[in-house]
């Protein structure tokens, strides 16, 4: 609905709601609709990449691949939504397809993730993988459709029910529905993660991936019946066309134009856009010109997505080697990413109220592209903090794990004599049969310190073996104990909390200050188009995660943090001096000024000297 249209014809076409404290009823379905399904997208994407990794048994690099992709093809899809619902079907009717699409996606994931459907042999292990490489990739693909399609859609849906009188209940719903955003993204983090480990199958008991899937699939499935629920009191408007068709073509034929004009005979124009004045109109030229002005400054921000999105992959992966045991609760790997949530919650409104006016009253001026160039720091010292924590956890691989190989396990042992003292043996192998590399005279000074674990497997041999060499008493063999078997990873999860504040405090500055610097920049009626522009660059972030995943191949991991880091502190350093040349302007005032001599124009078009004089006009601009 269009600020400008009658308010008679607008209550006319709004439906049959009714108003509670001031606020259409017909909102309200919509913040639940809104809730549901980023519970249903954020509680998927939690698990998505354990998935990939302990159920389809895809490597690290191929994971972290595909779930880029898919965050990728869920920030494209934006722009085909909002020219569907613009140009074709209106919000309405494509929120409700593309909802249809999106719940059949969750379902078909749903569906991968049944291990017993394929395991014939009922040994808890697919048998027929290809089958559900496939549901879950198709799956992906329409949940990619759904979402990225409604994405531009349903906070627009929910502005359009209301009427010129209620700004104020307009911009308090704006709030309840990023309210609602978080909420769900919060509650799925957290839930998610203890459905997946959970046991659950008919034949044999594996990790429940198709809980966690399913309960998502039903929260979308819930969304859309909520959302239709509220049909008869919605206002829907009909589609008015695509601005962002609009300014494609306009592009489009200066770029032309340009081009058949490239010889020297035809003068130069103050800019490339000039050249679309034949055929366009003045002020839609001067509005695209705004709008390139902020795209061109696009060019470095896709790196700190690059960064910001593989919290989701690349740090859930790393929290998997780590020890999740807080005392009273036990966090899973992919829970850590609940973190973020919470600590945005908890920064931007300290970040509003206090670091800000702080920073305001110290006599700095803190421009919203200074915000973003500090929150891009702050995303690169998280990743530098994740590059400490993966050496960490490979000096703490080393230390802990002994060279004892039985077929493909590492075992630890504590050998404890009748006099109760401890030694460590740290090196010795065992292939095949037990084979000693060490020899023993070696194993006089590293006895020292005791282990963790000792195999049950070798307790046998390697008592026969010691109670030959050591000089033991008689009962040696009674002495040696087994005492359990070393868990795998003692880097504590909560080492993680830092490089997720840090990554949090970045998107708080460089995410919140950038979308709203955009809409100050933007024209009146393209604020949509730089919000596709902003989507834009999450993409093409995550497309940057494909080609450094698969075409580097860098084996240490905390190599490709610091990579990374780098690479994001170099587009900063290239945003500032970007951002040091930028000249902030009011949109509104440039549209004023282009709509003041449009009015000229068309008083001189009404005199006959006013037409001979644009006549004139015309034939020296045809002639340029």
Same mark, same amino acid.
């Given at each position: 609905?269009?600020?400008?249209?009658?308010?008679?014809?607008?209550?006319?076409?709004?439906?049959?709601?009714?108003?509670?404290?001031?606020?259409?009823?017909?909102?309200?379905?919509?913040?639940?609709?809104?809730?549901?399904?980023?519970?249903?997208?954020?509680?998927?994407?939690?698990?998505?990449?354990?998935?990939?990794?302990?159920?389809?048994?895809?490597?690290?690099?191929?994971?972290?691949?595909?779930?880029?992709?898919?965050?990728?093809?869920?920030?494209?899809?934006?722009?085909?939504?909002?020219?569907?619902?613009?140009?074709?079907?209106?919000?309405?009717?494509?929120?409700?397809?593309?909802?249809?699409?999106?719940?059949?996606?969750?379902?078909?994931?749903?569906?991968?993730?049944?291990?017993?459907?394929?395991?014939?042999?009922?040994?808890?292990?697919?048998?027929?993988?290809?089958?559900?490489?496939?549901?879950?990739?198709?799956?992906?693909?329409?949940?990619?459709?759904?979402?990225?399609?409604?994405?531009?859609?349903?906070?627009?849906?929910?502005?359009?029910?209301?009427?010129?009188?209620?700004?104020?209940?307009?911009?308090?719903?704006?709030?309840?529905?990023?309210?609602?955003?978080?909420?769900?993204?919060?509650?799925?983090?957290?839930?998610?993660?203890?459905?997946?480990?959970?046991?659950?199958?008919?034949?044999?008991?594996?990790?429940?991936?198709?809980?966690?899937?399913?309960?998502?699939?039903?929260?979308?499935?819930?969304?859309?019946?909520?959302?239709?629920?509220?049909?008869?009191?919605?206002?829907?408007?009909?589609?008015?066309?695509?601005?962002?068709?609009?300014?494609?073509?306009?592009?489009?034929?200066?770029?032309?134009?340009?081009?058949?004009?490239?010889?020297?005979?035809?003068?130069?124009?103050?800019?490339?856009?000039?050249?679309?004045? +034949? $055929? #366009?109109?003045?002020? &839609?030229?001067?509005?695209?010109?705004? =709008? !390139?002005?902020?795209?061109?400054?696009?060019?470095?921000?896709?790196?700190?997505?690059?960064?910001?999105?593989?919290?989701?992959?690349?740090?859930?992966?790393?929290?998997?080697?780590?020890?999740?045991?807080?005392?009273?609760?036990?966090?899973?790997?992919?829970?850590?990413?609940?973190?973020?949530?919470?600590?945005?919650?908890?920064?931007?409104?300290?970040?509003?109220?206090?670091?800000?006016?702080?920073?305001?009253?110290?006599?700095?001026?803190?421009?919203?592209?200074?915000?973003?160039?500090?929150?891009?720091?702050?995303?690169?010292?998280?990743?530098?903090?994740?590059?400490?924590?993966?050496?960490?956890?490979?000096?703490?691989?080393?230390?802990?794990?002994?060279?004892?190989?039985?077929?493909?396990?590492?075992?630890?042992?504590?050998?404890?004599?009748?006099?109760? +003292? $401890? #030694?460590?043996?740290? &090196?010795?192998?065992?292939?095949?049969? =037990? !084979?000693?590399?060490?020899?023993?005279?070696?194993?006089?000074?590293?006895?020292?310190?005791?282990?963790?674990?000792?195999?049950?497997?070798?307790?046998?041999?390697?008592?026969?073996?010691?109670?030959?060499?050591?000089?033991?008493?008689?009962?040696?063999?009674?002495?040696?104990?087994?005492?359990?078997?070393?868990?795998?990873?003692?880097?504590?999860?909560?080492?993680?909390?830092?490089?997720?504040?840090?990554?949090?405090?970045?998107?708080?500055?460089?995410?919140?200050?950038?979308?709203?610097?955009?809409?100050?920049?933007?024209?009146?009626?393209?604020?949509?188009?730089?919000?596709?522009?902003?989507?834009?660059?999450?993409?093409?972030?995550?497309?940057?995660?494909?080609?450094?995943?698969?075409?580097?191949?860098?084996?240490?991991?905390?190599?490709?943090?610091?990579?990374?880091?780098?690479?994001?502190?170099?587009?900063?350093?290239?945003?500032?001096?970007?951002?040091?040349?930028?000249?902030?302007?009011?949109?509104?005032?440039?549209?004023?000024?282009?709509?003041?001599?449009?009015?000229?124009?068309?008083?001189?078009?009404?005199?006959?000297?006013?037409?001979?004089?644009?006549?004139?006009?015309?034939?020296?601009?045809?002639?340029?």
């Amino acid at each position: 609905m269009a600020d400008n249209e009658d308010p008679k014809k607008e209550r006319k076409n709004r439906g049959k709601s009714k108003e509670v404290c001031g606020y259409p009823i017909s909102i309200f379905f919509i913040v639940v609709n809104e809730f549901c399904e980023r519970f249903s997208y954020y509680g998927m994407r939690a698990v998505l990449v354990l998935y990939f990794k302990f159920f389809l048994r895809w490597d690290d690099d191929l994971s972290t691949s595909i779930y880029h992709t898919f965050v990728a093809l869920c920030y494209l899809t934006p722009i085909l939504g909002a020219i569907v619902a613009d140009s074709w079907l209106g919000k309405f009717k494509t929120i409700i397809y593309l909802s249809i699409v999106y719940a059949i996606g969750q379902v078909a994931m749903a569906v991968s993730a049944i291990h017993d459907i394929t395991d014939t042999d009922r040994d808890g292990t697919p048998d027929n993988m290809i089958f559900h490489v496939v549901m879950s990739m198709v799956g992906l693909f329409l949940i990619a459709l759904g979402t990225g399609g409604i994405k531009p859609c349903v906070a627009a849906f929910g502005g359009d029910q209301f009427g010129d009188h209620q700004e104020k209940q307009r911009r308090t719903f704006f709030s309840v529905f990023y309210l609602c955003i978080n909420g769900g993204s919060l509650l799925s983090t957290i839930i998610t993660p203890i459905l997946r480990a959970q046991e659950c199958g008919i034949y044999s008991q594996q990790k429940c991936y198709s809980l966690a899937f399913g309960v998502p699939a039903a929260l979308m499935v819930v969304a859309l019946v909520v959302f239709i629920a509220g049909s008869g009191m919605y206002y829907k408007a009909e589609p008015q066309g695509n601005i962002m068709l609009d300014v494609s073509k306009c592009i489009g034929f200066a770029i032309k134009n340009r081009y058949r004009h490239r010889s020297k005979q035809f003068p130069k124009r103050k800019h490339w856009m000039d050249w679309a004045e +034949e $055929k #366009y109109d003045k002020l &839609l030229i001067a509005q695209i010109k705004m =709008v !390139l002005k902020v795209l061109f400054l696009y060019i470095p921000l896709p790196v700190f997505w690059t960064l910001f999105d593989q919290k989701g992959s690349r740090w859930t992966l790393q929290a998997t080697t780590m020890d999740g045991n807080f005392g009273l609760l036990v966090i899973q790997p992919d829970q850590m990413q609940t973190v973020n949530p919470i600590l945005i919650l908890t920064l931007v409104p300290i970040m509003d109220s206090v670091v800000y006016p702080l920073i305001k009253k110290c006599g700095l001026n803190f421009t919203p592209l200074k915000r973003m160039t500090v929150g891009m720091v702050m995303a690169a010292i998280a990743f530098f903090c994740a590059a400490v924590v993966q050496l960490q956890i490979d000096v703490s691989r080393k230390q802990e794990h002994i060279d004892h190989q039985v077929g493909d396990h590492i075992f630890l042992f504590l050998f404890i004599s009748e006099k109760r +003292e $401890k #030694y460590r043996i740290q &090196l010795f192998k065992v292939v095949c049969r =037990v !084979l000693i590399r060490k020899q023993f005279n070696e194993f006089n000074d590293q006895l020292k310190n005791p282990c963790v674990s000792l195999s049950k497997t070798f307790v046998s041999h390697l008592t026969s073996f010691f109670c030959c060499c050591c000089v033991c008493c008689s009962q040696c063999q009674e002495s040696i104990t087994v005492i359990e078997e070393i868990k795998p990873n003692s880097v504590h999860m909560a080492l993680q909390i830092p490089q997720y504040f840090f990554i949090t405090a970045g998107e708080v500055m460089f995410s919140v200050t950038g979308l709203e610097f955009s809409y100050s920049q933007a024209p009146s009626n393209m604020k949509a188009v730089l919000q596709a522009g902003w989507l834009l660059t999450v993409a093409i972030g995550n497309f940057i995660v494909l080609i450094v995943a698969e075409a580097a191949k860098i084996p240490l991991k905390w190599a490709e943090y610091v990579l990374f880091a780098s690479l994001l502190i170099a587009m900063c350093v290239l945003f500032s001096i970007m951002a040091y040349f930028y000249t902030y302007i009011d949109p509104t005032e440039i549209e004023a000024q282009f709509k003041t001599t449009t009015n000229e124009d068309d008083e001189k078009k009404s005199s006959p000297a006013g037409n001979h004089g644009n006549t004139v006009e015309l034939s020296g601009s045809k002639l340029l």
